[in-house]
């Protein structure tokens, strides 16, 4: 089967992922709830300007490779080989499929964002028993394996960024965690790694 099939197929799953990320922000708005799409405090809204071009390219990118000959040599990848993005495809479609199920552990309490003034209850069970940030550490993975199924230099930049602006939102959610329920989740960090079991 040939690769650009494969990078279809993980445009495609990335292309459903949003979707569904913005169905759930927007069930939560009718339901008199705030996902925090767009988060009540700065560097919430900052981060948004930041991450919308970035998950753009991360959707357009696949289908780009997939339906478009690309002449430049600055935005082809710099190999296309079906025997590795098949696999990664794969990996797309399995972190994919494990997030649902957070989403659905989490239920009413899956939040975008920080919203400081908000008390919601600590969900810890299922995922959240092996890692602090499974929904993160998925989409991480998901990254991972785009990149390293299509790397191109676009995608290449947009996934760095993802990586780390993951990695700091991790940061501030445990900061915030930690005002909201101070000791309980001193000893939950202590117990649970914050993207690995055990790390």
């Not at 292309?15 to 919430?44: C, D, H, Q």
């Not at 990848?77 to 989403?103: D, E, K, Q, S």
């Amino acid at each position: 089967m040939s690769f650009k099939i494969a990078a279809f197929c993980i445009g495609l799953i990335i292309a459903i992922y949003w979707l569904r990320v913005l169905r759930m922000a927007r069930k939560a708005r009718r339901t008199n709830s705030s996902a925090n799409f767009v988060p009540p405090e700065p560097i919430g809204r900052a981060l948004r300007i930041i991450w919308i071009p970035i998950v753009s390219v991360w959707i357009a990118y696949p289908f780009v490779i997939a339906l478009l000959r690309i002449h430049n040599p600055a935005l082809q990848p710099i190999y296309a080989t079906a025997w590795i993005a098949w696999p990664c495809a794969v990996g797309v479609f399995a972190c994919f499929h494990f997030t649902r199920i957070c989403w659905r552990i989490m239920g009413k309490n899956w939040r975008m964002g920080i919203n400081p003034a908000e008390k919601n209850e600590l969900v810890l069970t299922g995922p959240w028993s092996l890692v602090r940030h499974p929904i993160y550490a998925l989409s991480q993975a998901m990254m991972l394996c785009t990149m390293i199924a299509l790397p191109a230099p676009p995608l290449l930049i947009a996934g760095c960024l993802h990586l780390l602006l993951l990695q700091w939102e991790a940061h501030r959610e445990e900061l915030h965690l930690r005002r909201m329920h101070g000791a309980a989740y001193d000893d939950y960090c202590r117990q649970v790694g914050r993207f690995i079991p055990g790390v």
